[in-house]
C-alpha cells in the first residue's frame, strides 16, 4: 500500500472560520510533510515531523498549526486564514534517516472566502 | 488565485514519439534525484529516481539521465501517451541533509494523438 489519503478534497472557509486538514498513511514511514501548491507552481515545503515530532517549519504563518498524533497521521489547523492563502493543500511521507522518495496524497483544495 | 500571465514551460510531441524534459538544478551537493508526475487537481506521483552514483536509470517507458558535471537531469518517456499528458517536476535533495526536497518549476508535457 502506498498511499497517503487526505480529507476533505475540497474546503471552502470564511477568514473568521477554523478548520482542519488530515492526512493518513500507514506506509510505516516515519516522515510527514505538508506543502502549499499555487496554481502553476511546484509545492512549497512548510512542516517537515520526523517521529512525530516537528523537524522543520518553513517560516509559516501561525495562522496554520500542525499536529501529528501518531506516526500515521498528520493534521494541519487553519484559523484566521486570509484570502492568499488559497491554494492546493499536500500531505507526503517519507522513510526517514535520508533523502528517499516522498509519496504524495491527492491535496484538499482549500478555497479562503 | 491564479498569477496572470504566468505559464510553466510546455513541450508539445506526437502521440508515439518520444519525449525529453530537461532540468538544471543548482546545488552541486544534492546527490538525490527524483521526477514526478502531476495530472490536473492531482498530487505528485513518484515516476523514478537516481542518485549520483549513478548517471542513468531506467524505468517502464522512463529513463533518467543525471549529468553531474553541468547539473542537468533528463526524464525521457519512450512512445508518448495521452495519458503521459501532465506537468512534470524534478526535485533535489542532499541524502546528508534529511529529507527535504527543493522542487523545479515544472514542465507541461502535451500529447498530440
Known amino acids: 500500500d502506498t498511499e497517503v489519503t487526505q480529507t476533505p478534497k475540497h474546503l471552502v472557509m470564511g477568514m473568521t472560520n477554523k478548520k482542519s486538514l488530515k492526512c493518513e498513511q500507514h506506509m510505516g514511514h516515519r516522515a510527514m510533510y505538508w506543502y502549499k501548491q499555487k496554481a502553476k507552481k511546484p509545492p512549497e515545503l512548510m512542516f517537515v515531523?520526523?517521529?512525530?515530532?516537528?523537524?522543520i517549519n518553513e517560516s509559516v504563518p501561525s495562522r496554520f498549526s500542525p499536529e501529528c498524533p501518531n506516526s500515521s497521521l498528520l493534521n494541519l489547523h487553519l484559523h484566521a486564514l486570509q484570502p492568499e492563502d488559497s491554494a492546493l493543500y499536500l500531505c507526503?511521507?517519507?522513510?526517514?534517516?535520508?533523502?528517499?522518495?516522498?509519496?504524495f496524497g491527492p491535496g484538499t483544495r482549500l478555497t479562503v472566502t | 488565485g491564479e498569477s496572470v500571465g504566468l505559464h510553466l514551460p510546455t513541450l508539445s510531441v506526437q502521440e508515439g514519439d518520444n519525449s525529453i524534459i530537461n532540468c538544471a538544478y543548482s546545488n552541486s551537493a544534492s546527490d538525490y534525484f527524483i521526477w514526478y508526475k502531476q495530472e490536473s487537481g492531482k498530487g505528485p506521483q513518484f515516476i523514478i529516481d537516481?542518485?549520483?552514483?549513478?548517471d542513468k536509470r531506467q524505468g517502464q517507458r522512463v529513463t533518467v539521465l543525471l549529468n553531474k558535471t553541468v547539473k542537468h537531469l533528463s526524464l525521457q518517456i519512450a512512445a508518448t501517451q495521452p495519458g503521459d499528458s501532465a506537468v512534470y517536476f524534478c526535485a533535489e535533495a542532499n541524502n546528508n541533509a534529511g529529507n527535504m526536497l527543493t522542487f523545479g518549476g515544472g514542465t507541461r508535457l502535451m500529447v498530440k494523438p
Open positions: 537516481i542518485r549520483s552514483n549513478m
Open positions: 507526503a511521507s517519507s522513510q526517514t534517516g535520508g533523502a528517499y522518495e516522498q509519496y
Open positions: 515531523y520526523s517521529y512525530e515530532k516537528l523537524s
